[in-house]
């Protein structure tokens, strides 16, 4: 018998209703979810996406802000922005690079350096900048190019505003210079504000004021065509310019400190002590800070480099030098201060000093020695063996602990960046760097400023004027105020960074002194005296560079330039309303009072003598 299965009705229109509900619920979710994207795109979206459209055919472009002037204390350009002409590229436009730049060293002057940094800015431009390729173009080239410019699809000569110091290497370390942005500097400048800038400030005022000197970027909404080509600008965000900084710096003064060295290298420091306003920092030699705007040439910044006077060195900030017996009157003030000594007490000098049980001479500079000395004649003609005796009295504990309240072996905190701290020895310091215990013959010498003793010319000049100042510190500082359109901001208002407590009878000692070496008969600087018509309390030093052993005797004419001693001379004016304090550093010069004291009054008859 045959089975015949029945068809179940029922079930089928179920089966039917299920397939029916599912795929209306699958076409409704999915309408949900189109309304859903319509919604969010047209209300909560409609912003953003209407920027990102308006993007596709705006371009912004940066405006870069003037960079703030430099100025000196008349008022005196010191770091301006000249125009110049510049051979820029559009990546974008030049269909082979490489062919272009090829074409373009044969016609002009690109020198390869130029190239490698066209090739560094390529990488962080976008393809549409105008990317510069050489800064500065002689009217020569521009004629050349001008000739062939149709043949240079995306080449184009542009004028550009670049730092030009008409002072060169007169004010190469303390104005400093700029220079093109390298990959390090990149990672940390805020890249909106340095968009369409390609010069940072490298060293001196333009590093240490960077931020108040470059200003504020603006920019500008260009609309462009679906090549990306500008077409119009629709609206234009003004740059806002660099402040213009004044500095407290004299370029008359530093002219005459630069010149003053004559033939030798060295350093110059003055400063206005009741402000702290620094009126002059040479370091000499110096070099062209214009060379580096543009791009130095390899050969050239080698050159520099190698050169056995160190052009780049800043002597001032960075160079560490022997006081010698510019030290004196610091080391008399701590023996009057520490009570080891009184004014009128009087030694034999014999030429040398010895201690006790031991047999080793320290030799005076005068080899036949001073006789029964005190301590003002100590000081007007730097007898060695009278601060062999206070330096041995005192120990090195009291001595370093007196000179550490003048800033000796700290950094000043002077605006600009790369500071040494100089070398002010202790017990606890040799311990720590040549695991050695301290000998009392290395305080001998530390009393006539040489030995570990080590000092930058900043710090001297900031010591003198301490004493200028009756034992007021200042912070030293280059610039002065600056100017942000009609507004005038000092920035150094309050100068003052405490007071080193000494006896006014003391200072006095000491002052009357330094009075006695410019001024009294047998002053080691007495030479500079002469018609004058105010006072100046001076202290020559002679800082020997290597050590003369027991049995030989210093000849300089027997000896190297590079052996020869230093020559050094601090000193405030006018005494009782002291404007000026000087510290000169002349080195391989010879003795302080015959070299370095003759800049300083040269210095300190120009300040004064001013309207």
Not at 276 to 305: C, M, T, W
Not at 581 to 597: D, L
Request: net charge positive.
């Amino acid at each position: 018998m045959a089975h015949f299965r029945l068809k179940d009705a029922v079930h089928e229109n179920r089966l039917f209703r299920q397939r029916i509900l599912t795929s209306a619920a699958v076409v409704l979710a999915l309408t949900l979810a189109l309304v859903a994207r319509l919604v969010y795109l047209q209300i909560f979206g409609h912003e953003h996406y209407a920027m990102l459209a308006r993007d596709n055919r705006v371009k912004i472009a940066p405006l870069p802000p003037t960079r703030g002037l430099i100025y000196d204390r008349h008022g005196r350009i010191l770091a301006e922005n000249v125009p110049v002409y510049s051979l820029e590229i559009v990546p974008e436009q030049v269909e082979d690079m490489e062919a272009t730049l090829a074409r373009l060293q044969r016609l002009l002057t690109v020198t390869p350096e130029e190239v490698t940094r066209f090739r560094q800015q390529l990488r962080r431009h976008r393809r549409f900048d105008s990317i510069p390729l050489k800064l500065h173009l002689s009217d020569d080239e521009v004629a050349r190019f001008a000739a062939r410019r149709p043949f240079f699809h995306g080449v184009d000569i542009h004028a550009r505003l670049v730092r030009h110091y008409p002072y060169g290497e007169l004010t190469s370390h303390v104005v400093g210079y700029v220079g093109s942005i390298d990959e390090r500097e990149l990672k940390r400048l805020d890249p909106t504000e340095y968009r369409g800038t390609t010069h940072i400030g490298k060293v001196g005022i333009e590093r240490a004021y960077e931020g108040l000197l470059h200003g504020h970027t603006g920019y500008a909404e260009i609309e462009t065509n679906a090549r990306g080509r500008d077409l119009r600008v629709l609206r234009e965000v003004t740059p806002r310019p660099g402040a213009d900084l004044h500095l407290g710096l004299d370029i008359d003064l530093q002219r005459l400190a630069y010149e003053g060295l004559g033939e030798h290298n060295g350093a110059v420091v003055a400063i206005e002590p009741a402000s702290g306003q620094v009126l002059a920092l040479v370091s000499k030699p110096g070099f062209d800070p214009n060379a580096f705007v543009y791009g130095i040439h390899r050969q050239e910044y080698q050159a520099l480099q190698r050169s056995p006077d160190r052009p780049l060195f800043d002597r001032t900030l960075r160079g560490r030098y022997p006081p010698g017996s510019t030290i004196k009157p610091f080391v008399g003030l701590a023996g009057l201060e520490y009570g080891v000594i009184d004014a009128r007490r009087e030694i034999f000098c014999p030429g040398y000093y010895q201690l006790p049980g031991v047999s080793h001479r320290y030799r005076d500079w005068k080899k036949w020695g001073h006789g029964q000395i005190d301590l003002k004649d100590a000081i007007a003609q730097s007898c060695d063996v009278y601060f062999y005796d206070l330096a041995h009295n005192l120990g090195i504990d009291r001595l370093h602990d007196f000179l550490d309240r003048f800033g000796f072996g700290r950094r000043t905190g002077i605006d600009l960046v790369g500071e040494k701290a100089g070398l002010l020895p202790s017990r606890d310091w040799k311990r720590k760097v040549f695991h050695q215990p301290w000998y009392p013959g290395e305080t001998l010498i530390a009393g006539i400023g040489q030995g570990f003793l080590q000092v930058t010319p900043l710090q001297l000049a900031r010591a003198v004027a301490t004493l200028a100042n009756r034992g007021r510190l200042v912070r030293p500082h280059v610039a002065a105020y600056q100017v942000s359109g009609e507004r005038s901001v000092p920035l150094f208002p309050d100068p003052d960074e405490g007071r080193v407590a000494l006896a006014p009878r003391h200072l006095r000692t000491i002052v009357d002194a330094m009075i006695a070496v410019v001024h009294g008969p047998r002053g080691t600087a007495r030479r500079i005296a002469k018609d004058l018509d105010f006072l100046i309390a001076g202290k020559t030093g002679t800082a020997q560079v290597f050590t003369v052993k027991q049995d030989e005797e210093y000849r300089a004419s027997k000896l190297a330039r590079e052996l020869h001693d230093h020559a050094l001379f601090i000193a405030f004016a006018p005494v009782d309303h002291p404007k000026i304090a000087v510290a000169v550093i002349a080195e391989h010069a010879g003795h302080g009072g015959s070299v370095a004291a003759p800049i300083a009054r040269r210095i300190i008859l120009h300040h004064l003598r001013q309207p």
